[in-house]
């Protein structure tokens, strides 16, 4: 009889048990989840500013050899190219965090019943800063944000750098038609991929 009733005991305990256990597993998932996209934010946070070191060491190393050479002001036509390429790439990771980062505030947190308020908060706290006292600071995604900067601004200073010192060289004498005509398509070019770069940077300035 104690046997039975311990037994008994046993499975009732389990019982009761069984669905508190069963109520954590949805909550011990989402966690996990929010754990899994921390670690994803970290790791394109990361690929982010190696995709900037790249672009500044990339524009430096060609600078350098077109001012080394007298006639290599072609060279940096290059440049806005690279630019386009890696401030996509930047942009593109730049728009998977914001996207991580509106599912936390608006779908995870709110099935944790908000006990993941950061991103809330955060949001609360920073607003866009669109107006001319605004230009200078962080959170204005502006043509003087430094991020910008180092991929627009740079992609218009060397088509403007490339423009004064082709025609400086050219004018003492007047070469080829096809060496004016591939220049000018190149720098049409590399204008249309900073134009591009412009507008992408003018979407990714939203929340």
Do not use: C
Not at 45 to 66: E, F, G, P, R
Not at 67 to 78: E, K, N, R, W
Not at 140 to 163: S, Y
């Amino acid at each position: 009889m104690d046997s039975q009733a311990g037994s008994t005991g046993t499975q009732a305990s389990r019982s009761f048990s069984t669905p508190d256990a069963e109520a954590q597993v949805p909550a011990q998932i989402m966690l996990a989840e929010y754990a899994a996209l921390r670690t994803e934010v970290d790791r394109r946070a990361t690929i982010q500013w190696n995709v900037l070191a790249l672009q500044l060491t990339s524009a430096s190393v060609i600078a350098s050899l077109a001012i080394s050479h007298a006639s290599g002001a072609a060279l940096l036509l290059v440049i806005p190219l690279s630019s386009y390429m890696l401030g996509s790439r930047y942009i593109l990771h730049d728009f998977h965090l914001k996207l991580i980062s509106r599912y936390i505030r608006d779908s995870l947190s709110e099935r944790l019943q908000g006990h993941l308020a950061w991103e809330n908060w955060k949001t609360s706290q920073l607003t866009a800063d669109t107006g001319p006292q605004g230009w200078l600071t962080p959170t204005a995604w502006n043509l003087l944000h430094p991020t910008r900067l180092a991929f627009e601004g740079v992609a218009w200073l060397a088509l403007l750098t490339a423009a004064l010192a082709t025609a400086y060289s050219w004018r003492d004498y007047a070469p080829a038609w096809g060496l004016i005509l591939g220049f000018a398509l190149l720098w049409i070019l590399g204008a249309l991929a900073a134009y591009f770069l412009h507008r992408s940077f003018n979407r990714a300035a939203g929340p």
